[in-house]
Nanobody
């Protein structure tokens, strides 16, 4: 299973970006998908998650500004980030809970990370 994240970049404060995450490979069932972010010297923190049924969960710092969604048919998740702030600058990692085959347990996978930089 591979997760490919895209959509990061440089944006001014108040601007918007949309991140995409595509899951590929052997996928029997794709459970929750989500985004975490990390800055140097800090622990990885929750940004947002979405279940296969569409239930969402957000980190406190992004509530009201970020929206997570997914396309189950395409095994993709999206993170719409609006009103970006300099403190949103981080490497954003896509994650997904996947059962690769029916006889295997669910396992968490991580993408390679995409840099988001917000200038003031």
């Amino acid at each position: 299973v591979q997760l490919q994240a895209s959509g990061g970049g440089l944006v001014q404060a108040g601007g918007s970006l949309r991140l995409s995450c595509a899951a590929s490979g052997s996928i029997f069932r794709l459970n929750s998908m989500g985004w975490y972010r990390q800055t140097p010297g800090r622990q990885r923190e929750l940004v947002a998650t979405v279940t296969s049924g569409g239930s969402t969960n957000y980190g406190d710092s992004v509530k009201g500004r970020f929206t997570i969604s997914r396309d189950n048919a395409k095994n993709m998740a999206f993170l719409q980030m609006n009103n970006l702030k300099p403190e949103d600058t981080a490497v954003y990692y896509c994650t997904a809970g996947v059962r690769a085959y029916s006889y295997l347990r669910d396992k968490d996978y991580w993408g390679q990370g995409t840099q988001v930089t917000v200038s003031s």
